[in-house]
Structures are given as structure tokens and as C-alpha cells.
């Protein structure tokens, strides 16, 4: 039993990891914050915001099915994601004022991230997940998205010093699609470490 977690929460952070597989928050992880610490923390606040997308959409779209009304489950979803966004906002600004100065700056990119809005609605619509094992794949999915995060800020922060030695025409945006695509072909390595 422990074994058959441990494999899906692994599969979920390497392999089917919803930035490199589904290409689901490219946007956020490709344009991550320059400074590691920064980039752990938004991706720490990216984990419970879809921890708790996830788990609040799955209460409710237990009430969709039986009201016949699944077809409300994406305007449900990003409802639910402007709350818990809006409730993690306040929580940030009475603990500490860098911490809220962050989740201020990045508070739209993570309201429009695809990745959320993928992962609420990925785990809470699937029939054959219980409640817990879709909590745990939307905490591993968020750690993988985090994990990119801070692989990103890294290659981000390589980037801006290496500028002056790149050819002009991929300076920038160019020049970071190659890498990350690099990145996704490694994170295509681990498929048959598992299975």
C-alpha cells in the first residue's frame, strides 16, 4: 500500500508533472521569480493554493453530480481559486510585509495560472480517486510544479548573467524556450525509472 503511494506521489512530481506533461502553468514557471528563495516561496504558496482548489472542488462537484449541473465545474473552480487566492493574501499580509509584497506582485499570475485552475479541476473531477489520494496527488503535482520553479529561477538567473555572451537573436524569451524544453525531454527521463 505504501509502496503504490510513494509511486503515484513520485509519478505525479517527476513524471506526469503538469508543467513538463501537460503543459499546464508554463507562463508562471517559465517567468519564475530570479531569486531561488522567492521562487520556493511562490511555489510553496502555488502548492497550497492548489491543495485547497483541489480539495474544495472536489466537495463540490460531489454536489454538481448529484444536481446534474457538472457543467458549472469550471466557473466553480476559479470561483473557489479567487477565495482561497484572496484568503492566503490576507493571511500573507498579517504574518510578514515581504511575504505579502510578493503574493501581492504575483497574486494575478497565480489567480490566471492554468496550473491551479488544471489541478482543481483534474483531481476533483476524477471518478476513480477518493478523496484523500486526489489531495495527494494535487499536493505532488504542486510540489512538481514548485520543484520546475526553482529549476526555472535557477536557469532564469544563468541567463541574465550569460546575456552578453548570446547571440543577439536568442537573448531572452528564445533562449529559455530551448532550455526549458531540455528540461522537459530530462523530466521525460524518469518515465521508465518507475514503470
Known sequence: MIEAVLTAFIAAVFIENVVTVRMLGTDL???SPA???AAFTLGLIMMVLSVLTAASAYAVNLLWVRLDLTVLNLLTTLVLTILWLSLIRLLCGRL?????????????SLLVSSAVLGIGLIYSQSQTLSFGAALGQAAASGLGFMLLMLIYSGLNERME??????PRALRGLPSLLIAAGLICLAFM???GMIF
Do not use: E, I
Open 189 to 191: 527521463g524518469f518515465n
Open 96 to 108: 510578514s510585509p515581504g511575504l505579502s509584497a510578493l503574493v501581492q506582485t504575483w497574486s494575478p
Open 161 to 166: 548573467q550569460a546575456r552578453a555572451s548570446q
Open 35 to 37: 531569486k531561488p528563495r
Open 29 to 31: 514557471a517559465l517567468y
